[in-house]
């Protein structure tokens, strides 16, 4: 079932349509909400916030756009505005890696490998300036185009291709001094 059936169906009050569309943007939702947080409770509560404020707008929802980047930048702000809050009113802790290791690997090896990845690039991008590491997360983990990340942040696409590049060269200088930093460990 399409996105337009799904979001008609839950209008005329299918909770199940809701389900699917919940299932179907969680893991990005999360993903988005858990880089600006960088802590999994607020992440995951963030992320149901926004599913709530997705649910009470559906009505206002235009088909002229995409659903998926109407609804992240509701997560985006969502979480933009739980960020602000927590540090109004709480102290930072520290950030637990999301588990989002993929069943499908079947190779003990090639899941070693792949944690390896994940754990080098979350410590770089946690190195790093927030909005530099949400931009790389969005444009080179989850695939979103500039438009996407534009009508996502409400940044301008020159300020978005900027921010990239400087996040690139954030992310590789980092990312060298921690293969440097391995490598004298190892000796």
């Given at each position: 079932?399409?996105e337009q059936?799904?979001?008609?169906?839950?209008?005329?009050?299918?909770?199940?349509?809701?389900?699917?569309?919940?299932t179907?943007?969680q893991q990005m939702a999360?993903?988005?909400?858990?880089?600006?947080?960088?802590?999994?409770e607020?992440?995951?509560e963030a992320?149901?916030?926004?599913?709530?404020?997705?649910y009470?707008a559906?009505?206002?929802?235009q088909?002229?756009s995409k659903?998926?980047?109407?609804f992240y930048?509701?997560?985006?702000?969502?979480?933009?505005?739980?960020?602000?809050q927590q540090?109004l009113?709480?102290?930072y802790?520290?950030?637990?890696p999301?588990?989002?290791t993929?069943?499908d690997?079947d190779?003990?090896?090639?899941?070693?490998?792949?944690e390896?990845?994940?754990?080098?690039i979350?410590?770089v991008l946690?190195?790093?300036p927030?909005?530099?590491?949400l931009?790389?997360?969005l444009?080179y983990l989850?695939?979103c185009?500039?438009?996407e990340?534009?009508?996502?942040t409400e940044?301008t696409?020159s300020?978005?291709?900027?921010?990239?590049?400087?996040?690139?060269?954030h992310?590789?200088?980092s990312?060298q001094k921690?293969a440097k930093?391995?490598m004298?460990?190892?000796i």
């Amino acid at each position: 079932m399409d996105e337009q059936r799904w979001i008609e169906n839950i209008l005329a009050g299918d909770t199940q349509s809701f389900s699917c569309l919940v299932t179907k943007y969680q893991q990005m939702a999360f993903s988005i909400a858990f880089r600006i947080l960088e802590n999994r409770e607020e992440a995951e509560e963030a992320v149901q916030d926004s599913y709530v404020k997705m649910y009470r707008a559906l009505p206002t929802f235009q088909f002229g756009s995409k659903f998926s980047t109407w609804f992240y930048r509701i997560v985006y702000h969502t979480s933009l505005s739980a960020l602000r809050q927590q540090r109004l009113f709480s102290s930072y802790d520290e950030a637990t890696p999301a588990d989002l290791t993929d069943d499908d690997i079947d190779s003990a090896t090639e899941i070693l490998q792949r944690e390896d990845r994940k754990e080098i690039i979350t410590k770089v991008l946690k190195k790093m300036p927030k909005d530099e590491a949400l931009l790389l997360s969005l444009y080179y983990l989850e695939e979103c185009s500039i438009d996407e990340i534009r009508q996502i942040t409400e940044l301008t696409t020159s300020n978005i291709k900027v921010k990239l590049f400087r996040g690139r060269k954030h992310f590789y200088e980092s990312l060298q001094k921690i293969a440097k930093h391995e490598m004298v460990n190892m000796i």
